[in-house]
């Protein structure tokens, strides 16, 4: 079964399983009287939305790339989970709203057995549902499983809460239901604003995790001819659509043909180990001269005394035209980029003053 239809066939049990509970908190709620079974019952029905909401996006998200969505469709996924972000603050507001009017105009609330067995058995069931869809979301890296989870596992804290409101109201005739709803609320309220953050993140671009880009690095590295792995960047469209692009340093005597035979194991290779679609541009490396290796490692020491520079790579020596490039890695957190740039050039400069030096900075994308 593909990664669509597993998520499609999560979201199909969670909406089952969410009618269910709806029909049975409705039913206990109008009898008992109970405003927090009912709305119980209403964030239980949106959660069924919640779970349509997935498998709408899932499918749209499926679709293969076409002329005007060339890198595919799969960031559909991130909108998908921002939807079920809006939707669980919706439920928290709606609820915080109904528990104030709650405390503010109590009424008397009719209790019986069988209300407080429903009511268990809705924590059981949105527990285990909850723990069940947020594991098979980070299983197949799906957003919206993952927020579709967190918020079952929630509404298990909302029925758990309305249980022990009810069996307080039997025991001391002393009603919680309202000032619980309001304690409640502000956790789903928390919980859908995390979600919203999560997704508008990933649409926005975030940093590759470090695992990954260690990973990548190392494999690359493995390459005999690769003397470097730098300005590595990924760009997700999607949990399945990974597109990226890497600097390798090389012996600046290999042929285009060895370069050619290169790139395109390296591109082989991260797709087949990594699912990445990966370019390859290519840096070269001086050789078999002792004043490259001199100069590098000169400019290598003057890089050390600034330490908002990360690293210094692609450094390379134009005999013909007497040029000196690099590229400096510099902390986003650096707010004097361009100076601490001209420092460097202007020392280098200094001990070689027949020379022209260009050097480029660089973000630092990755590990």
Do not use: W
Request: net charge negative.
């Amino acid at each position: 079964m593909n990664r669509s239809n597993s998520i499609v066939r999560v979201s199909i049990i969670g909406i089952l399983t969410n009618l269910a509970l709806v029909a049975m908190k409705m039913v206990v709620g109008l009898i008992s009287g109970s405003i927090a079974i009912i709305n119980d019952a209403i964030n239980n029905f949106s959660d069924a939305l919640s779970s349509i909401i997935t498998i709408i996006g899932t499918k749209l998200a499926g679709r293969k790339p076409d002329k005007e969505h060339p890198y595919g469709h799969g960031r559909i996924e991130y909108i998908s989970s921002i939807s079920i972000a809006i939707i669980v603050l919706l439920a928290g507001f709606s609820s915080f709203m109904e528990s104030v009017d709650k405390i503010i105009h109590p009424n008397e609330v009719n209790y019986t057995t069988a209300t407080l067995i429903v009511v268990a058995m809705g924590v059981l069931v949105k527990y285990f549902l909850g723990r069940y869809v947020k594991k098979q979301g980070e299983k197949y890296s799906s957003e919206s499983l993952i927020a579709s989870g967190t918020d079952a596992s929630f509404d298990a804290v909302i029925s758990l809460s309305t249980l022990v409101a009810a069996l307080i109201y039997l025991l001391f005739h002393l009603s919680l239901e309202g000032i619980l709803g309001v304690v409640i609320s502000f956790f789903i309220l928390k919980s859908g604003i995390e979600i919203l953050i999560e997704s508008l993140s990933r649409i926005v671009g975030e940093r590759i995790e470090g695992d990954l880009s260690e990973n990548i690095k190392k494999r690359i590295n493995s390459f005999p001819e690769v003397k470097g792995t730098y300005d590595l960047i990924l760009h997700k469209y999607g949990p399945e659509r990974i597109i990226g692009s890497v600097h390798i340093e090389v012996d600046d005597e290999m042929t285009a043909k060895q370069l050619h035979k290169l790139t395109r194991e390296i591109s082989a290779t991260c797709y087949k180990e990594f699912g990445i679609i990966m370019t390859v541009g290519i840096y070269a490396s001086n050789s078999g001269d002792t004043l490259f290796s001199q100069m590098k490692e000169e400019a290598n020491r003057i890089v050390a005394d600034y330490p908002e520079i990360l690293e210094i790579h692609a450094f390379y020596v134009d005999e013909a035209t007497k040029s000196i490039t690099f590229d400096l890695v510099v902390d986003f957190k650096c707010d004097h980029r361009e100076q601490t740039r001209d420092e460097v050039v202007s020392r280098l400069l200094a001990k070689y003053p027949d020379y022209q030096c260009f050097a480029v900075i660089d973000d630092d994308f990755s590990d």
